[in-house]
Each structure stands twice: as C-alpha cells, then as structure tokens.
C-alpha cells in the first residue's frame, strides 16, 4: 500500500516537471496553428489530471486500510528469484535463465494453472532474445552451452 502511494506520488511529481518544463515552448503560432508546446502542455495537464487523481485514490485507500501488507512473503521470494536470476545469467545464458526466472515467478503467484505457466516462460524469453538479438542487434549473455 505504501509502494502503491509512493508509485503514484512520483508519478505526479514527474507531471509537475513534464507540465512546467512544457510551459516554455510556444503554445500558438502566430497564425494560430498549434505550435512546439501545443500537444506537450494537453499531455501535461492530462497527466497532471489523471496522476492527481491516482494520488487521491491511493491516499484514501491508504487511510482506510489499517493492515499490513499480505505479500511480505511472496516480495522477499521475488527478491530472491532476482538474486539468483542475476547470479546464472553468464552461468547458464539468458534464455534459460530468463524461463527460470519467469517460471519462478509465476510458480509463486498462480500454482493453479501449470500449463500457462509453462507457456508463457517459454514463449516471453523467446520473443526477448529474438527481439533483441535480431532486431536491437544487442547480445544477451550465451552461458557456458554458447547458445542464448
């Protein structure tokens, strides 16, 4: 709950600086078309609005909720999965890594459904490393098998 208002806050702050950092290009040229600041300012103020009332929402829900958090557990086993994902990536490459991490994950939070598990930790990595090896032209690490 605290992360929650904390995400919202810093959101909102960033639309305050994207807002007045906006502020300094022209808002109209002088024939009246839209000029450089015209679609920065409608976004600022958009997030301004939206954010604004992101932090409102959290900062009720945040007063009315006395309890502590439920995911204490399930955040500390995300900090370890992240820990050992960092750890294997050179050891063992970052596609199976990558499935590992991913299958941890998902393991933790949704135990009932073991096939889209399986699915998804195979199928997201896949699309990362091809996204990245052919598309960004930027190498993963390959592991000791000298594949990704």
Do not use: C
Request: no cysteine; charged share 15%; glycine share 6%.
């Amino acid at each position: 709950m605290k992360m929650k208002l904390a995400f919202s806050l810093f959101f909102f702050l960033f639309s305050v600086v994207f807002t007045a950092l906006s502020l300094k290009f022209n808002f109209l040229t002088d024939s009246g078309r839209p000029d450089t600041g015209f679609f920065p300012l409608i976004i600022g103020f958009g997030l301004l609005l939206f954010t604004g009332l992101s932090v409102y929402h959290d900062f009720k829900e945040r007063m009315k909720a006395s309890e502590k958090s439920i995911y204490g557990k399930e955040m500390v086993w995300v900090a370890v999965f992240m820990t050992v994902f960092i750890f294997l990536l050179n050891i063992l490459g970052s596609l199976i890594s990558m499935i590992l991490f991913i299958f941890s994950i998902l393991l933790l939070f949704n135990r009932e459904k073991m096939l889209q598990n399986i699915s998804i930790s195979l199928v997201i990595p896949i699309i990362i490393v091809v996204m990245f090896d052919f598309w960004l032209n930027a190498s993963l690490p390959k592991g000791f098998l000298g594949f990704v």
